[in-house]
């Protein structure tokens, strides 16, 4: 993306949140009162939460060394775990040069190999956007169909394989797409997954996408806990893979303020008032984020017991 366009999203995104906060403000007394109570009682459900965050990142783990373990480096162990978790202090930095520096840092304090840690980040980022695909795929169809309840969610499906397979064949039988398409392809084939990596990235896919959709679940609780309507589970499943993919295009440092602002208008949308919108968006967000950004900035403080024999198989 431009970079001369980040500014511009950053904007935008502080004067919706600045609306919705406008909105908290100039809410009566007594629902002010009432959504405090609310997030008091919230306290209560923290240790859920956060379960449902640790059995989220449980399965990236599980995702890392299914990967890892197709390329024979090295274990499942306390240092891997902790080195691998320690990588998540990144998350305020874009993408490349996050992504970059974990693999300098698993390289520097597990000796494995950079090379095929890109390689796996590659696999591990092909295998999310593959998952909140299908999920999108899967979801918003029904979504729409309950402002349009004349078509078929197998209709609207197939419409949209149908559009795309025509697109599809439509640009390959253009030379110039064609060439540029092949030109690309070459240029970046050698970063894509391949052999046994490759053959891990269907099970790598299934966990991905249920470790989406299990971190959704603290949307839906939230909003179950602050707002006068509840949501159902795949509305906050798509709210949370929008939202978020709003935030990724955005380049800006955690989508921060662009991921806030797109759920405060989604969640309109089903109902929500902005006022109680807003504290549910930034709750999610310091749950399932930035207080794990928190934690793995403070272990990286601690020094790491590293077995050596287990650094490579």
């Known amino acids: 993306m431009n970079n001369k366009r980040i500014p511009w999203l950053g904007l935008i995104a502080l004067v919706l949140l600045a609306l919705a906060v406008a909105g908290l403000v100039q809410l009566p007394a007594v629902q002010q009162q009432a959504l405090l109570q609310s997030l008091e009682s919230l306290l209560v459900w923290l240790p859920v939460l956060y379960g449902v965050v640790a059995l989220s990142y449980a399965g990236r783990y599980w995702r890392w ?11 499942t162990n306390w240092p891997d775990l902790l080195c691998w978790f320690r990588g998540f202090a990144l998350t305020a930095t874009p993408a490349k040069v996050g992504e970059l520096s974990r693999v300098q840092l698993l390289h520097k304090q597990l000796g494995y190999p950079r090379l095929p840690l890109v390689h796996v980040f590659v696999a591990e980022r092909c295998a999310d956007a593959a998952a909140v695909g299908l999920l999108l795929l899967l979801l918003i169809p029904n979504q ?3 402002s349009i309840p004349s078509l078929s969610s197998t209709w609207l499906l197939a419409v949209a394989v149908a559009v795309v397979a025509a697109s599809a064949l439509l640009l390959a039988s253009r030379r110039s797409c064609r060439r540029w398409m092949q030109n690309q392809w070459h240029r970046f084939r050698h970063h894509f997954p391949s052999g046994a990596l490759a053959q891990g990235l269907l099970p790598a896919t299934l966990i991905s996408v249920v470790v989406w959709a299990n971190e959704a679940l603290v949307l839906w609780l939230l909003v179950r806990l602050l707002a006068p ?28 303020g662009v991921n ?3 759920t405060v208008l989604l969640l309109g949308q089903q109902g929500v008032p902005a ?29 790491l017991p590293i077995n050596e024999s287990d650094n490579l198989r």
């Not at 060394?65 to 090295?74: N, S, T």
């Not at 949370?240 to 989508?255: H, Q």
Request: charged share 10%.
């Open 260 to 262: 806030e602002a797109a």
């Open 65 to 75: 060394r299914l990967l890892l373990g197709k390329l024979r480096i090295g274990s």
């Open 144 to 146: 729409l169909l309950g």
């Open 275 to 303: 006022a109680v919108a807003l504290p549910v968006a930034m709750l999610r967000r310091l749950i399932t984020l930035w207080s794990m950004a928190t934690l793995a900035i403070v272990m990286g403080f601690h020094p």
């Open 229 to 256: 309507a509840p949501i159902t589970i795949p509305a906050a499943i798509t709210i949370y893979l929008v939202s978020g993919t709003a935030g990724m295009a955005s380049s800006l440092p955690g989508g921060i």
